[in-house]
């Protein structure tokens, strides 16, 4: 990459899925959610202004750049295959955890929760009962902390200075009941906090992660566990989603995007090309892909847009399901975050 506009999507990958090439430069369709298809260079799509810098720092640019030459050489190869042949999982899994960590739907994903989702965490936070308890663990730690939240009530600031102690030390007793009424004093103003920190939090988070490598080791070990393959289809017909890659669980939600704990993976794939897919998967045995279905879950898995070789009325009808399957985090993780950013601002 090298400058501010930055490829979240790389244009080594966007090229497989190119419509035509014209003095130089690769041109492809884009299907974007409620909107007609359109054609444009390659250089407009999946692209941001500073998405992996932060205040003047492109250290995560850098090493995204250093790594693209060899990781785009590789997949060139790949793309000369006519047939499907098995592939060693060593560079792949390098390859596919990169893609992974570097990928715009994990930031994206969690920037729509600064909006929308700061609403719906509340339906978990009914009553406020874990932000209370939270609350009440942090007094303990720090009566400072709750010693400044009792300046807020107009009561307490009329005690003299014994009283105020002994307010304070009955306080600590009954943490409980005291934090039910401290609650709503500032448990608000917290979640509005959150909301405006949270987009910069998630880039902090994600451009770390790349700095440490840009590719992390325990996803190259998992990956590495998986059988590796090179899937040629008959006709130019697969599409490339903003999700770049998805997983497929043995779950009730068998595709997404991103691999939790819990999971049972049954296979990892990714399109390089129109007519190529990549595949990882837990069986040694042939599995065999329907490029229709695929296309569906791709579409279903991005977030905004997916990129194709062609204007095609078949793949018109997908726009209407783009975002369908695209949440990122379940309730306990939405849960998990919003408490850390609490602990934090508490104290």
């Known amino acids: 990459m090298g400058s501010d506009r930055q490829h979240y999507i790389p244009r080594f990958l966007l090229k497989g899925f190119n419509s035509r090439f014209h003095k130089g430069q690769y ?56 047939t499907d042949q098995n592939i060693p999982s060593n560079k792949i899994s390098k390859f596919v955890a990169h893609l992974e960590l570097r990928n715009r739907y994990i930031r994206e994903s969690l920037l729509d929760l600064s909006g929308d989702i700061v609403s719906k965490s509340i339906d978990f936070f009914a009553g406020g009962n874990d932000l209370k308890q939270l609350c009440r663990d942090e007094f303990k730690k720090d009566p400072s902390i709750l010693e400044d939240k009792l300046k807020q009530i107009p009561q307490y600031s009329q005690l003299n200075r014994q009283q105020k102690q002994l307010f304070l030390d009955q306080a600590l007793k009954n943490a409980v009941e005291l934090v039910d009424n401290l609650a709503d004093v500032f448990i608000g103003q917290v979640l509005d906090r959150v909301k405006n920190d949270l987009p910069e939090l998630v880039k902090e988070t994600q451009l770390r992660a790349l700095k440490q490598s840009g590719i992390p080791e325990p996803k190259v070990q998992f990956y590495e566990k998986l059988n590796w393959k090179v899937n040629l289809f008959d006709r130019d017909s697969l599409i490339l989603g903003d999700c770049i890659m998805m997983i497929h669980v043995d779950a009730e939600r068998a595709y997404k995007t991103l691999i939790e704990k819990k999971d049972e993976v049954l296979s990892v794939l990714f399109p390089i090309s129109d007519r190529h897919l990549i595949s990882g998967t837990i069986l040694e045995e042939n599995v065999v ?10 579409a279903q898995c991005s977030t905004d847009f997916f ?34 950013l609490f602990g934090k601002y508490l104290r």
Do not use: C, H, W
């Not at 009325?313 to 919003?338: A, G």
């Open 289 to 298: 892909f329907d490029v229709d279905e695929l296309n569906s879950f791709f």
């Open 27 to 82: 041109f492809a369709y884009v299907y974007r959610k409620e909107s007609k298809p359109f054609e444009t260079n390659i250089i407009n799509i999946g692209v941001s202004k500073g998405f992996y810098t932060q205040e003047g720092d492109n250290q995560a640019d850098e090493i995204i750049t250093s790594l693209e030459t060899g990781f785009a050489k590789y997949i060139d190869e790949l793309r000369e295959f006519d």
């Open 307 to 340: 990129v194709s070789s062609e204007d095609s009325s078949e793949f018109n009808k997908l726009i209407d399901i783009i975002d369908k399957n695209s949440y990122l985090m379940n309730q306990n993780e939405i849960k998990d975050m919003f408490m850390e």
